[in-house]
């Protein structure tokens, strides 16, 4: 997604105008119609400009999924670090019970104890439809997601007796 995209994306998210959005950010409706077309990107003014009015981080509206791609791998990286580190613990704790585990347990039911555990880990991760709203939410600017987070409140709510 192009840098006006982005600002396009940025405008609709918040059932903007052209000339509303533009007049908001300091620019003119013709500036930034050209610039949601891609044929010249927005001035350093016009980026920070929309970043202070919608909460919106300049590194997203410039580089976009770049950097959650990036997020991404390092996201990726921490979990095999955490799944690697997670496998460690099991097996010290088991090892440390292994004699009253033994004498307690058949290695079958050991077995079957460090399947589940491992099992139970692995279906902790969030799903397709979680991920996809996570990376939604955080593209919102913080007074979107405020907004969220007490409309989640306030249906959760209606769950509460």
């Known amino acids: ?12 998210s918040h059932s903007m105008s ?11 409706q013709g500036t ?19 970043s202070k009015q919608f909460e919106i981080k300049t590194d997203w509206i410039l ?25 460690i613990l099991i097996n010290e704790t088991i090892s440390h019970f292994s004699e009253e585990l033994q004498s307690e347990m058949s290695s079958r039911e050991i077995s079957s ?19 996809f709203l996570l990376k939604k939410y955080r593209m919102l600017s913080l007074k979107d997601k405020k907004e969220l987070q007490a409309i989640m409140n306030l249906k959760l709510s209606a769950y509460e007796v």
Do not use: C, H
């Open 1 to 12: 997604m192009s840098i006006g995209q982005r600002i396009k994306q940025i405008r609709n």
């Open 18 to 28: 052209q000339a509303a959005f533009a007049s908001l950010i300091g620019i003119s």
């Open 32 to 50: 930034l119609s050209e610039i949601e077309k891609g044929k010249f990107n927005p001035s350093v003014e016009t980026v920070i400009s929309i």
């Open 63 to 87: 580089r976009g999924n770049e950097l959650e791609e990036s997020y991404n791998e390092e996201l990726d990286s921490y979990k095999e670090y955490l799944l690697k580190r997670t496998y």
């Open 113 to 131: 104890l460090i399947n589940n555990t491992w099992t139970s880990i692995f279906n902790s991760s969030l799903s397709p439809e979680e991920s």
